[in-house]
């Protein structure tokens, strides 16, 4: 039986060359692709794709860990991250750890990680000191996206959640609110990532720039979804009085916020405006003004930092610094100034 090595000692090539070559990878010449062709046609050679990958002592495959697959935000960037690494010849494993912390645990902790991928993609997925170590130990090239938590030695992709809240909070003051209710994420999530943190340093941070006092009472914790948003926005309606506009920490958020202030009977934004986070698909349909976040991007780029070290990348690519992503004030008709009186 024809190997990959008879090919590649054929064609004056390596394995791995070889195994590029027959997937059609951007990296090898045409000349170089057209002799192992050559080669493969002689010996009668039909690759497997398996075979192939192992031919050149990698898996094929990148894991890709997210906290929660249903989330908006996470499955966009892993749809971007798998166009990438497809059109490279490679496979993504999706690892969700559906919100749960000994998920985290087991997957960073198996000592078999790293020969079922090539490399790791961290998605807003937070480490403790124990897991610096595991992932050290891995030995894989990586990349985090969307998060605050920096690995020695991977690339990171991200948006500078600060200042996006303080863009968010900005336009509501410039609008003329002082009374702004600010829905946070929740804590003692046991996947709590830093960006919630984050945004409500920035929201706290603009309106102490404006000579507005944070009010702890219109800050208040839930869950980035829909149903978190609703319950936060409930719990603003009991406490009272209402303030003037909400900023919901994420787009999610916001759309249960605008959901319970309408079941309630208040109009928005004549009552009451609401903004958030994301530029979320449905933004646009329900009229939401927010802060957009390249969320594709971040998968996209992420994709290509994770590709240098596996030798199908730019080299242009091949940084360490933070990639940091601009974000844009998106105004639709969820935002207005304050009813008179």
């Avoid at 192992?54 to 860990?65: D, K, P, Q, T, Y």
């Avoid at 509501?172 to 340093?201: K, N, V, W």
């Avoid at 980035?224 to 603003?236: K, Y």
Wanted: proline share 7%.
């Amino acid at each position: 039986m024809t190997r990959i090595d008879d090919v590649a000692r054929r064609a004056g090539v390596s394995t791995a060359t070889v195994s590029r070559a027959l997937r059609g990878l951007p990296t090898v010449s045409p000349a170089t692709r057209e002799r192992v062709l050559e080669a493969a046609a002689e010996l009668g050679y039909t690759a497997s794709p398996t075979a192939s990958r192992l031919a050149g002592g990698r898996s094929g495959a990148v894991a890709v860990v997210i906290p929660r697959v249903t989330r908006w935000f996470f499955a966009t960037v892993v749809e971007a991250a798998e166009e990438t690494l497809h059109e490279a010849g490679y496979d993504l494993l999706l690892y969700n750890l559906g919100g749960r912390e000994h998920a985290r645990q087991r997957l960073l902790h198996t000592a078999n990680l790293h020969k079922r991928v090539d490399a790791v993609m961290l998605v807003a997925t937070p480490l403790g000191p124990a897991d610096f170590v595991a992932v050290t130990n891995l030995a894989l090239p990586g990349v985090t996206i969307s998060s605050g938590t920096a690995v020695p030695g991977w690339p990171r992709v991200l948006i500078d959640d600060r200042a996006a809240a303080a863009a968010a909070t900005d336009h509501l003051l410039a609008l003329g609110h002082r009374q702004i209710a600010h829905i946070s994420g929740d804590p003692s999530d046991e996947l709590a990532f830093t960006t919630h943190i984050d945004r409500r340093i920035g929201h706290r941070r603009a309106l102490l720039a404006a000579g507005v006092q944070p009010d702890p009472r219109l800050d208040i914790e839930a869950d980035f979804t829909i149903n978190g948003g609703s319950r936060a926005t409930a719990e603003l309606l009991r406490r009272g009085p209402l303030p003037t506009a909400i900023f919901a920490a994420c787009d999610e958020m916001a759309f249960g916020a605008m959901a319970t202030l309408r079941q309630a009977g208040l109009r928005v934004p004549d009552d009451i405006s609401v903004i958030g986070i994301d530029d979320h698909d449905v933004a646009g349909v329900v009229g939401l003004t927010t802060v957009a976040q390249p969320a594709a991007e971040q998968g996209r780029i992420g994709a290509r930092l994770l590709l240098g070290p596996l030798g199908h990348g730019d080299p242009a690519d091949a940084v360490e610094p933070p990639v940091i992503l601009p974000t844009r004030l998106v105004v639709r008709e969820s935002t207005a100034p304050p009813r008179a009186g």
